[in-house]
């Protein structure tokens, strides 16, 4: 779950905690939630994730219109959210690096992690067609963006000696066959 992964999710200007969304926070929360008890927590977090990103837009210094935001502007969102992170990614000098469970703590910084950004990107290119926006021009499927999530994930992967690797999935047996559990005869 990635509740609080913005801090641009606020009602009325005031930021949220952690635990809390925006609906939470609005003088009229009891009607907005009983609207958000219908969707699916996907569909809640592709509207917080939306609503997210168009604040961070607005407060772009220049304010910057949906049309023009670009694949720049959506690596600068993600790199942005960076300091919000709760995943230690060890720098290349740091004598854990690559060690999945460190012995002691260290000063290396914390990320986002990166199947917390894919899965934003995922949402945010999904709401930005639900919400008007080209398949041709939608910024989070830009070659750029997967190419940044790309070297997040192999970055991280040494820096934090976790390894990424598809999982594969078991064959299955050929249409007919049936599996048949070994029975004890006796």
């Known amino acids: 779950m990635m509740h609080g992964i913005f801090p641009y999710s606020t009602a009325g200007g005031r930021p949220v905690s952690d635990g809390a969304t925006a609906d939470d926070c609005s003088p009229n929360s009891a009607s907005s939630s009983v609207a958000a008890a219908g969707l699916s927590r996907y569909e809640s977090q592709k509207q917080r994730d939306w609503s997210s990103f168009l604040q961070y837009l607005e407060s772009h210094q220049p304010p910057l219109a949906l049309p023009r ?9 993600l790199q ?61 499927a830009a070659h750029a963006v997967r190419l940044y999530l790309r070297e997040v994930r192999d970055f991280q992967s040494k820096a934090r000696g976790v390894s990424y690797d598809k999982k594969r999935k078991k064959p299955q047996p050929p249409a007919g066959h049936k599996a048949t559990r070994p029975t004890d005869h006796q």
């Open 69 to 77: 935001c670009s694949a720049a502007h959506v690596l600068e969102f």
């Open 80 to 140: 942005y959210l960076d300091q919000f992170g709760k995943t230690k990614v060890h720098v290349t000098g740091c004598p854990f690096f690559g060690l999945p469970l460190p012995p002691a703590p260290c000063p290396c910084p914390l990320r986002q992690a990166w199947g917390s950004l894919d899965a934003l990107v995922g949402r945010l290119r999904a709401a930005f067609e639900e919400n008007g926006g080209r398949r041709d021009t939608n910024p989070f």
